[in-house]
């Protein structure tokens, strides 16, 4: 017998070869996406920021348009009187002018820019935009604005009387009382600026044969702050029937303005 060894011919050597070898990973090719896939990716992709800016806005509109139904139902304002509006970005959003407040929509609310522009093809704002817009410019430290016909302030306001410190609560217009601006033709830019002159140091006040206007830093405590003036107007013009009222003295009543920066769940640090 031979003493060497059998050979395997190259052909089956290669096959052995390949069979021992590990086997390589096949690439899958990925899905091809659909049209309706890759346009709804796209929308995923672009949608946060977009919604985001556009929620917002509308929710304040909304809050907007909460706030004037409430005005109106409580009886603060009746009708189609008065208006409310709110800082944003650039100016306000204000009500529109002449619209009932149960038919306006988000849409309705109009964007008021601080030099007094509007967007195209947007309702026409309050006829009292100016005297909001003013009211911003005088109080950057506010941040909305309510104008009503309340029947006591307005009464007042007729009798061309201010409120004085009949009562300690009223100092919750920030100061020794809530003061009578003089009149002026509803908006114009001369009772804008007659009205920014009257908030400068305070946060209501009555306009002389016309009503009353509460700032506030939302929405909500402008509203109870013009609740505030009506009761308070209605406690005086009570008052006055009885007499000469009496009143507090400015000692007191600066004490009371310091106690107020303490009171409440949002004191003054």
Same mark, same amino acid.
């Given at each position: 017998m031979?003493?060497?060894?059998t050979?395997k011919?190259?052909?089956? /050597?290669a096959q @052995?070869a =390949? +069979?021992?070898? #590990?086997?390589a990973?096949? *690439? !899958?090719?990925?899905?091809?996406?659909s049209?309706?896939q890759? /346009?709804?990716? @796209?929308? =995923? +992709?672009?949608? #946060?920021v977009?919604?985001? *800016? !556009?929620?917002?806005e509308v929710?304040q509109?909304?809050a907007?348009i909460?706030t004037?139904?409430?005005m109106c139902r409580?009886?603060?304002?009746?009708g189609?009187?008065?208006?409310v509006?709110?800082?944003?970005p650039?100016?306000m959003?204000?009500t529109p002018?002449?619209?009932a407040?149960e038919?306006?929509?988000?849409?309705d609310?109009v964007?008021?820019a601080?030099d007094?522009?509007?967007r195209?093809k947007?309702?026409?704002?309050?006829?009292?935009?100016q005297?909001?817009l003013?009211a911003?410019?005088?109080?950057?430290?506010?941040h909305a604005?309510i104008?009503?016909h309340?029947?006591?302030?307005t009464?007042?306001?007729?009798?061309?009387k201010?409120?004085p410190?009949f009562?300690?609560?009223?100092?919750i217009a920030g100061g020794m009382d809530?003061p009578l601006?003089?009149?002026?033709?509803?908006g114009t830019?001369?009772?804008?600026d007659?009205?920014?002159?009257?908030?400068?140091?305070?946060?209501?006040?009555l306009?002389?044969n016309h009503?009353?206007?509460a700032?506030?830093?939302t929405?909500?405590?402008a509203?109870?702050?013009?609740?505030?003036?009506e009761?308070?107007?209605?406690q005086?013009?009570?008052?006055l029937?009885l007499g000469?009222?009496?009143?507090?003295?400015?000692?007191?009543m600066k004490?009371?303005?310091e106690?107020?920066?303490?009171?409440?769940?949002?004191?003054q640090?």
């Amino acid at each position: 017998m031979s003493d060497r060894r059998t050979r395997k011919p190259r052909t089956v /050597r290669a096959q @052995t070869a =390949r +069979a021992s070898a #590990p086997a390589a990973k096949v *690439a !899958k090719k990925p899905a091809k996406k659909s049209a309706s896939q890759t /346009r709804s990716q @796209t929308a =995923r +992709a672009k949608r #946060p920021v977009v919604r985001k *800016a !556009k929620t917002s806005e509308v929710a304040q509109r909304r809050a907007v348009i909460a706030t004037a139904l409430d005005m109106c139902r409580t009886g603060l304002s009746p009708g189609r009187s008065g208006n409310v509006s709110c800082r944003w970005p650039g100016g306000m959003l204000i009500t529109p002018s002449g619209m009932a407040y149960e038919e306006i929509e988000p849409a309705d609310i109009v964007f008021v820019a601080d030099d007094g522009s509007v967007r195209p093809k947007s309702r026409k704002p309050s006829s009292e935009w100016q005297f909001h817009l003013s009211a911003y410019h005088a109080r950057p430290d506010r941040h909305a604005v309510i104008h009503t016909h309340s029947m006591h302030a307005t009464v007042l306001a007729c009798a061309h009387k201010s409120i004085p410190a009949f009562h300690y609560m009223v100092a919750i217009a920030g100061g020794m009382d809530i003061p009578l601006v003089s009149y002026a033709t509803f908006g114009t830019k001369e009772l804008a600026d007659i009205v920014a002159a009257g908030l400068a140091e305070r946060d209501a006040c009555l306009m002389a044969n016309h009503g009353q206007i509460a700032v506030g830093t939302t929405l909500g405590s402008a509203l109870e702050l013009a609740h505030e003036v009506e009761f308070l107007a209605e406690q005086y013009f009570k008052v006055l029937t009885l007499g000469k009222p009496k009143l507090l003295s400015t000692s007191e009543m600066k004490v009371v303005l310091e106690r107020f920066k303490g009171y409440g769940q949002h004191a003054q640090d």
